[in-house]
């Protein structure tokens, strides 16, 4: 049975939902296209993205006078990413946020924003991303069941571990990695020496105290709010990964809007990106330091270029495209603050 909500409703009534209001709308009628929009997130109040999509709520209604309502589902309370992404596609959900790297098996574009040390700076990324490339990537998804509406952060992910700083591909040599269930995850950290697993965020926590695993990699605030510092007490800044989340509405309820409430829904998500990288620097400041304060040891000297120089092959085999490499290209050549 589907994971049910607070409110009862469950994936499974959700789909059944989807696909009873596309019957009904071959006949004109479809109950479904009148109801709230859906909108789902798998991370919990109060997280930077929930609360982004808690203003984009209430912006819409109020440039639509109350006619675009929009109920908010935190917590994985619709199902996992995958989940939601499937639903969307069939028109269960209406809008999802969520991480690039689930649409990296549909949308090919979307693999660029994930490849590691593209960035240079986090003011780098959100250029790029609320630039022409980050635009391009958005319209592929539309071919996929997708509208992309816009790019929710997702910090620097960096390596930690429960045996040493890692300022060195080598020093990665023997340990075994946790990372997502990510083809480019796992390629990556094979690249640069470790062993990648891949395994759930829910068990790293288990796997770290147990020996099962050696590190991990992510952002500030998720080493933090998942207590992973507790059992993986180096962290090294290698700031391999800048992949920025994305916010997207099912093109199924997208076709049911008439151009005027579009526009109000693409001013309302770009609105709500201001307050979710508010939220979300804040959360990383306050998340660094209660670690620091903990006694976790971290390293800023790094061979950069050691890690860079290793992760080419995995560059080459993303970029196999033209059209890929081009887009790649132009978010390298772009100039500012690094």
Request: one cysteine or more; charged letters at 25%.
């Given at each position: 049975?589907?994971?049910?909500?607070?409110?009862?409703?469950?994936?499974?009534?959700?789909?059944?939902?989807?696909?009873?209001?596309?019957?009904?709308?071959?006949?004109?009628?479809?109950?479904?296209?009148?109801?709230?929009?859906?909108?789902?997130?798998?991370?919990?109040s109060?997280y930077?993205?929930?609360?982004?999509?808690?203003?984009?709520?209430?912006?819409?209604?109020e440039?639509?006078?109350?006619?675009?309502?929009?109920?908010?589902?935190?917590?994985?309370?619709?199902?996992?990413?995958?989940?939601?992404?499937e639903l969307?596609q069939?028109g269960?959900?209406?809008?999802?946020?969520?991480?690039?790297?689930?649409?990296?098996?549909?949308?090919?574009?979307?693999?660029?924003?994930?490849?590691?040390?593209?960035?240079?700076?986090?003011?780098?990324?959100?250029?790029?991303?609320?630039?022409?490339?980050?635009?391009?990537?958005?319209?592929s998804?539309?071919?996929?069941?997708?509208?992309?509406?816009?790019?929710?952060?997702?910090?620097?992910?960096?390596?930690?571990?429960?045996?040493?700083?890692?300022?060195?591909?080598?020093?990665?040599?023997?340990?075994?990695?946790?990372?997502?269930?990510?083809?480019?995850?796992?390629?990556?950290?094979?690249?640069?020496g470790?062993?990648?697993?891949?395994?759930a965020?829910?068990?790293?926590?288990?796997?770290?105290?147990?020996?099962?695993?050696?590190?991990?990699?992510?952002?500030?605030?998720?080493?933090?709010?998942?207590?992973?510092?507790?059992?993986?007490?180096?962290?090294?800044?290698?700031?391999?990964?800048?992949a920025?989340?994305?916010?997207?509405?099912?093109?199924?309820?997208w076709?049911?809007?008439?151009?005027?409430?579009?526009d109000?829904?693409?001013?309302?998500a770009?609105?709500?990106?201001?307050?979710?990288r508010?939220?979300?620097?804040?959360?990383?400041?306050?998340?660094?330091?209660?670690?620091?304060?903990?006694?976790v040891?971290?390293?800023?000297?790094?061979?950069?270029?050691?890690?860079?120089?290793?992760?080419?092959?995995?560059?080459?085999?993303?970029?196999?495209?033209?059209?890929?490499?081009?887009?790649?290209?132009?978010?390298?050549?772009?100039?500012?603050?690094?």
């Amino acid at each position: 049975m589907g994971k049910r909500s607070m409110t009862g409703i469950t994936r499974r009534q959700v789909l059944g939902a989807s696909l009873v209001g596309a019957g009904l709308a071959m006949v004109g009628c479809s109950r479904r296209d009148e109801a709230p929009l859906l909108a789902t997130d798998t991370q919990p109040s109060g997280y930077p993205t929930v609360e982004a999509l808690r203003h984009f709520s209430q912006d819409l209604k109020e440039r639509t006078g109350g006619r675009l309502r929009t109920t908010v589902y935190p917590s994985g309370q619709l199902g996992s990413q995958n989940d939601t992404l499937e639903l969307a596609q069939f028109g269960g959900v209406d809008l999802i946020r969520i991480n690039i790297s689930p649409l990296n098996v549909i949308a090919p574009q979307s693999v660029i924003p994930a490849l590691p040390f593209l960035f240079r700076s986090t003011d780098h990324m959100r250029r790029a991303m609320d630039g022409a490339p980050g635009e391009a990537i958005l319209r592929s998804l539309e071919t996929h069941g997708l509208i992309g509406l816009a790019y929710y952060d997702s910090g620097a992910r960096s390596l930690y571990t429960s045996r040493r700083l890692i300022q060195h591909p080598d020093d990665l040599k023997g340990l075994k990695i946790r990372v997502q269930t990510s083809d480019l995850f796992v390629s990556m950290v094979e690249a640069l020496g470790g062993d990648a697993t891949p395994m759930a965020y829910s068990e790293v926590y288990q796997g770290l105290m147990q020996g099962v695993i050696d590190g991990a990699e992510n952002n500030w605030p998720s080493y933090h709010s998942s207590r992973h510092f507790e059992v993986a007490p180096y962290l090294s800044e290698t700031r391999h990964v800048m992949a920025p989340e994305v916010l997207a509405m099912s093109r199924y309820r997208w076709q049911k809007l008439d151009e005027a409430d579009r526009d109000h829904v693409r001013q309302a998500a770009r609105a709500s990106v201001g307050v979710m990288r508010e939220l979300w620097d804040a959360r990383e400041i306050s998340a660094r330091q209660a670690v620091l304060a903990a006694g976790v040891a971290t390293s800023e000297e790094l061979d950069h270029e050691a890690f860079v120089a290793r992760v080419q092959p995995v560059w080459q085999h993303y970029l196999k495209r033209p059209e890929l490499r081009r887009l790649t290209e132009d978010i390298q050549a772009m100039g500012g603050a690094g």
